[in-house]
């Protein structure tokens, strides 16, 4: 991980917030917005380290509510714990593939929202809810499904194009060999 | 196994969730706008790319159809002038006969055009983002239209920005009409089958055996919020609810709201 990496980790997480907004079209076809957060978080909590992940889910979730309807905070609680569980849970992780990738994000996709919902209605707030919000959760949990591993290969991408890259001539050298022993050998 | 910095970062969101979602609501606003204007560039560069569009879509309408379309507006400017002079003579009749009978005096409505710019990044709010903010005298309840009718109303009024909470949300509760039958309801918040914003559930406050598809809704004037007389919607059917007590009716909205571009807000 660079700093370059990371920033454009943050900078992705604003854009995808900015671009749960817009998109009126393909939003009324897919009937969701694109709604991303989940799978940047899980993306974060398997490659970057703790504070990382507790940063990105408290300020994604801001930001969604400052565009948002919901009370401010409402975000924040759903997508911690999500960074939260796999960051304890990632040694178990098979992070490097792309079905787990494609699982965790179909999960967070679909757990995240159904977890707002549920604190939302604890705080007395009345969502317009009904019975194509269940088809709704699925559909941005395949959303995230597909995106996950998508963020996963570019973000790996990215983190080596701007990295430094590793060493792949060795500095060894057969002639300067020095052979320990009794005797010198001859090769 | 959790470690000591886990615990304080539980401990740190949870704080930081409740104290947010207990503060109070003016203040809760004012910090959603002060986040909210991290996204000012954006919002910024989106309204520059669409006049860019519109621009360019300009230029490359052929002379004919521009000069078809000036005529076509011209046209329809001096019908609309010779309206608005009938509208304001029976305006001035309705003054006179309002302050006959002792009723309180209605004036014409003050328009302002704001431009969307955004809608609700979650499914189960109802809400846009216009571009116009209380620096532009938008205030909360104030009345949204487009011109095919009711839109919403707005719920926050940032500096810059504010959100409309579009007929169907639960913050936009409205008192209608239906115009054939004088028949009273409310239109309430709830989804439909397929998650269609243009269809809403009219619940009216009796069992109306003479509600029919076809008829149309109205604001009817209470709750002091929506003037009364505004298109909202068509009946596309009825049905009774509670052993016959209650009928209700879905609403087919007049105004499109999945795909508002400009809408008109309504000032005193």
């Known amino acids: ?187 | 196994m959790l470690k000591r910095t886990h615990y304080l970062a539980l401990a740190g969101v949870g704080l930081l969730t409740l104290s947010l979602l207990n503060l109070p609501a003016s203040l809760q606003t004012q910090v959603k706008s002060a986040i909210g204007a991290s996204f000012l560039p954006l919002f910024g560069i989106r309204a520059a790319a669409d006049n860019l569009l519109d621009r360019a879509g300009y230029q490359v309408l052929p002379r004919s159809t521009l000069i078809d379309n000036l005529l076509r507006l011209e046209r329809e400017n001096a019908e609309l002038r010779v309206s608005t002079l009938q509208g304001a003579d029976a305006l001035a009749e309705n003054q006179r006969l309002r302050s006959a009978i002792g009723a309180a005096p209605r004036g014409p409505w003050h328009l302002k055009l704001a431009r969307v710019v955004g809608r609700d990044p979650t499914t189960w709010w109802r809400t846009i983002q216009v571009n116009l903010g209380s620096r532009d005298n938008l205030k909360p309840d104030q009345v949204v239209m487009s011109g095919a009718g009711l839109v919403g109303r707005i719920s926050q009024a940032g500096l810059s920005h504010s959100q409309v909470a579009l007929v169907g949300d639960a913050e936009c509760g409205v008192a209608v009409v239906v115009k054939e039958t004088r028949d009273l309801g409310i239109i309430k918040p709830g989804q439909t089958l397929s998650g269609d914003g243009g269809l809403v559930e009219m619940t009216l406050l009796q069992n109306c055996p003479g509600i029919m598809a076809g008829q149309v809704v109205l604001t009817s004037g209470l709750g002091g919020v929506f003037p009364a007389g505004l298109p909202v919607g068509t009946i596309v059917d009825t049905r009774n609810e509670d052993g016959n007590v209650f009928t209700t009716a879905r609403v087919r909205l007049t105004a499109n709201l999945n795909r508002l571009e400009e809408v008109w807000v309504l000032q005193p």
């Open chain 1, 1 to 187: 991980m660079n700093r370059f990496t990371l920033i454009l980790l943050f900078l992705v997480t604003w854009l995808s917030v900015f671009a749960q907004t817009q998109f009126s079209g393909l939003r009324l076809w897919l009937t969701v917005p694109m709604a991303l957060s989940p799978a940047l978080i899980c993306y974060a909590a398997l490659t970057h380290g703790f504070g990382i992940t507790v940063s990105l889910a408290v300020l994604s979730g801001l930001w969604a509510d400052s565009l948002s309807a919901s009370p401010l905070g409402m975000s924040v609680m759903p997508l911690f714990l999500l960074g939260f569980t796999l960051q304890l849970q990632r040694h178990l992780i098979l992070r490097d593939q792309g079905f787990a990738q494609f699982w965790i994000g179909l999960g967070a996709g679909a757990g995240v929202p159904l977890l707002t919902l549920g604190i939302l209605s604890l705080t007395g707030s009345q969502p317009v809810t009904g019975r194509f919000t269940f088809i709704q959760l699925l559909l941005l949990g395949l959303l995230n499904g597909i995106a996950c591993p998508v963020l996963f290969r570019i973000f790996d991408l990215l983190h080596r194009s701007f990295d430094y890259r590793p060493l792949t001539t060795s500095s060894f050298r057969a002639d300067r060999e020095t052979v320990r022993g009794r005797q010198f050998r001859l090769r």
